[in-house]
């Protein structure tokens, strides 16, 4: 088992350009999430999507948009990304809610 | 966003000592996870909590679940150098859809 992977580890963005940050998680998972960690800040909610077929804003979802593909993968898409959303991304998935939470790698995001 | 109160936020250890952490909450929960990153990496789970009281051990680690529900701690016993990283605690509450984190302890082993 891989657990979650995602993809690209490290990406240089220009002001204004889009990406698509992905998500996998070969666990069987229910719940999965995204995640932006800044110092001093913690870990705080993008996105979750509960189930598949639904999705959910978190604390922090402004300039942010999500899609359940399918059970395994969840994406997190930047529409014109902004020097404010510089940070490290972590996805992350649980069998259900208030369950063992697991962490991807992470995916380090410049944007000059 | 909300946040646990998570202390110490640093510590140096001699390597071989035992170290002691805690999480602090106003609010009840119902899961406690105890979690470890090293720089450049994602978290680590630790350990799991279900239940007021609940002690747990994984390895050198014990973590334990607080009775009044809104604290937990972490214990490491004879700390060794790859201790060295930073630990958080994250708490859930049912009917929520959330995982509150703590600000996190900065570990550094002395050798």
């Known amino acids: 088992n891989a657990g979650v992977t995602q993809t690209p580890k490290f990406q240089v963005l220009k002001t204004g350009q889009s990406m698509t940050l992905q998500c996998a998680q070969d666990?069987?998972?229910?719940?999965m999430y995204w995640y932006r960690q800044d110092p001093g800040m913690g870990l705080r909610l993008i996105y979750y999507?509960?189930?598949?077929?639904?999705?959910d804003k978190g604390e922090v979802p402004n300039g942010y948009n999500v899609s359940r593909l399918n059970k395994r993968e969840f994406s997190l898409r930047l529409e014109s990304a902004a020097p404010s959303q510089t940070s490290v991304y972590f996805c992350?998935?649980?069998?259900?809610?208030?369950?063992?939470?697991?962490f991807g790698p992470g995916t380090r995001l410049t944007v000059l | 966003g909300q946040q646990l109160n998570q202390s110490p936020q640093s510590m140096f250890i001699q390597e071989g000592e035992d170290v002691s952490m805690n999480c602090t909450s106003s609010?009840?929960?119902?899961?406690w996870l105890w979690y470890k990153q090293d720089p450049g990496e994602g978290p680590v789970l630790l350990i799991a909590?279900?239940?007021?009281?609940e002690l747990t051990s994984n390895g050198r680690l014990t973590a334990q679940f607080g009775i009044t529900r809104k604290d937990s701690f972490l214990n490491i016993s004879a700390s060794i150098p790859s201790d060295v990283g930073i630990y958080f605690c994250?708490?859930?509450?049912?009917?929520?859809?959330?995982?509150?984190f703590g600000t996190g302890t900065r570990l550094k082993v002395l050798a």
């Open positions: 992350a998935s649980s069998t259900e809610w208030g369950n063992e939470q697991f």
């Open positions: 666990m069987n998972h229910n719940s």
């Open positions: 999507s509960a189930s598949e077929g639904t999705t």
């Open positions: 609010s009840i929960f119902n899961t």
């Open positions: 909590l279900y239940k007021a009281g």
């Open positions: 994250a708490g859930f509450t049912s009917g929520t859809y959330k995982y509150i």
